[in-house]
């Protein structure tokens, strides 16, 4: 993945620190926005780990800090639930001008709530989704609830959130306040999911119930079982990730047309996440990784898994192939590999030089079907014959060039 500061500035003129994250290699599906949560910033696990996960599934992702929080200029005190959405629209009015204005909105606690009340000021959205949000916007005020006499009589007062000292005015109290959310989501008009933890400490999960229940069809929620509400572990917000990712695609077109066609390629990509490895080809995605025993995450299959994998699903394809050519009643084909370095036979006797090894795939088929002994021979040896054998069995040359 790409990763990419980004400066733009809201209706007021107040400069928004964002980070754009954009997929491996050159196809993208589809852009999405992604709003954080309250007094959080676009710099905590959830927006990060979603962010990446998304755009490992091909989306250009924009994350960014609301006026007055993480990088982003302004005044913090000055801000409320309506300049949240300003500041949406805004980072939309970003996105078009420079890549596509968003398909897909993505909002976390607050900013799930701020996702639904943007969603009828940004006509590109076909797709909504909110984590942990909660089906009010004044929930909020829960976070803070024995200062609110101070800030209705005082007109602001410093509240400590998350053990962060911020300054909460009476405007803001006001503003969520007038929100009438319920009038918002039953005139909401693409699809929306819902994520919520059922064991969420600090938004019930009665929230999701009352969004779920205002909405309308098309809508989906689904219970992210064991985390917490700021998705802290990576896992959590990897899983959260992969269910956008798989929900958007019945409603995000796969073939975008304002998106550049491409020549197929593989491309492949790492970051600071030692050797957790993001690899497109294209019409896929795939994550590589090492065992957590050599340092790795365990995050998806080793290079040499990917690379037996290759040599089996050729094999099987091959035999496949054909069988259905020559009619052979092959029902199935299992293939099980294992690699290793072996010595070479014709240098075992050699004791003046180090013995020379050579990489050893050992490949075991199984054939399922009726089949007689001459057709599982002629099975074997056509085995051999796939493409990825041959060129593992060939003398390779691989030109490497700096761009």
Not at 241 to 251: E, N, P, Q
Not at 344 to 363: G, L, N, Q, S, V
Request: proline share 4%; charged share 25%.
């Amino acid at each position: 993945m790409n990763s990419e500061k980004v400066n733009f500035e809201n209706n007021n003129g107040i400069v928004l620190s964002g980070r754009l994250e954009m997929p491996v290699g050159k196809k993208i599906k589809g852009t999405a926005l992604f709003a954080h949560c309250f007094t959080c910033n676009k710099n905590l696990n959830a927006p990060i780990h979603i962010s990446k996960a998304l755009t490992q599934k091909g989306y250009v992702v924009l994350r960014f800090d609301f006026t007055g929080l993480g990088e982003s200029e302004g005044d913090f005190s000055q801000t409320g639930f309506t300049s949240n959405i300003q500041d949406l629209v805004a980072a939309s009015r970003f996105l078009e001008k420079n890549y596509e204005a968003p398909s897909l909105l993505i909002g976390h606690s607050l900013g799930g709530a701020a996702v639904i009340s943007a969603t009828k000021h940004i006509n590109s959205v076909k797709a909504l989704v909110t984590i942990g949000a909660p089906y009010s916007p004044n929930h909020v005020t829960k976070l803070f609830s024995n200062s609110l006499e101070e800030i209705k009589e005082l007109g602001k007062s410093t509240v400590n959130i998350g053990g962060r000292p911020f300054e909460i005015s009476k405007q803001f109290i006001e503003d969520v306040n007038e929100q009438n959310q319920l009038s918002v989501l039953n005139n909401l008009n693409v699809p929306i999911l819902i994520l919520h933890s059922p064991t969420d400490k600090i938004v019930d999960v009665g929230n999701a119930a009352n969004i779920y229940k205002a909405s309308k069809h098309p809508k989906s929620f689904v219970a992210l079982d064991g985390a917490d509400h700021l998705l802290s572990k990576k896992e959590d917000s990897q899983y959260a990730a992969d269910l956008i990712a798989s929900w958007a695609k019945k409603y995000i077109p796969f073939e975008n047309p304002n998106f550049p066609k491409v020549k197929k390629e593989v491309a492949v990509k790492i970051e600071d996440e030692k050797f957790t490895t993001y690899i497109s080809t294209g019409d896929h995605s795939i994550i590589a990784d090492e065992p957590e025993s050599a340092g790795g995450q365990n995050m998806g299959p080793t290079p040499y898994d990917l690379l037996m994998a290759s040599l089996g699903t050729c094999t099987a394809m091959t035999l496949r192939m054909y069988a259905d050519f020559k009619k052979i009643p092959l029902k199935g084909v299992e293939v099980h590999l294992n690699y290793a370095k072996e010595h070479a036979d014709d240098c075992k006797d050699m004791t003046d030089e180090k013995p020379i090894e050579i990489d050893t795939f050992y490949r075991e088929i199984e054939l399922i079907g009726s089949l007689d002994e001459k057709q599982k021979s002629r099975l074997l040896q056509i085995a051999d014959r796939c493409p990825v054998h041959k060129t593992l069995s060939s003398k390779i040359s691989i030109k490497t060039v700096l761009i």
